[in-house]
């Protein structure tokens, strides 16, 4: 099982960003992925999550600024995020949840990208 994640790097306050997410090594299109991310000095948190069948989910707190989707085709999930704010500095992570039930529990992921830096300045 592979997550090779893509995107990222440092943006003002207020921008945009894309991370992706590229799968290899299990049945991507029968699999639900997360996001979740670490800000520096505290511990993960869950950004995102998509289902199999394409639905998604995310906390009060990401909601209607960011969007992840998913292309079966290219075994691929992104993550875009709108409306940047310096609270969203964080390595990001794409992930494979042990189960849909821990799609909002990190410490639940089997599986992990490498991560990626997303830098927000003000």
């Known amino acids: 099982v592979s997550l090779v994640q893509s995107g990222g790097g440092l943006v003002q306050a207020g921008g945009s960003l894309r991370l992706s997410c590229a799968t290899s090594?299990?049945?991507?299109?029968?699999?639900?992925i997360a996001w979740a991310r670490q800000a520096p000095g505290k511990g993960l948190e869950w950004v995102s999550g998509?289902?199999?069948?394409?639905?998604?989910d995310y906390p009060d707190s990401m909601k209607g600024r960011f969007t992840i989707s998913r292309d079966n085709a290219k075994n691929t999930v992104y993550l875009q995020m709108n409306s940047l704010k310096p609270e969203d500095t964080a390595i990001y992570y794409c992930?494979?949840?042990?189960?849909?039930?821990?799609?909002?529990?990190?410490?639940?992921?089997?599986?992990w990208g490498q991560g990626t830096q997303v830098t927000v300045s003000s």
């Open positions: 992930a494979i949840p042990s189960t849909i039930e821990a799609m909002s529990s990190p410490l639940e992921y089997d599986y």
């Open positions: 090594g299990f049945t991507f299109s029968s699999s639900a």
């Open positions: 998509i289902y199999s069948n394409g639905s998604s």
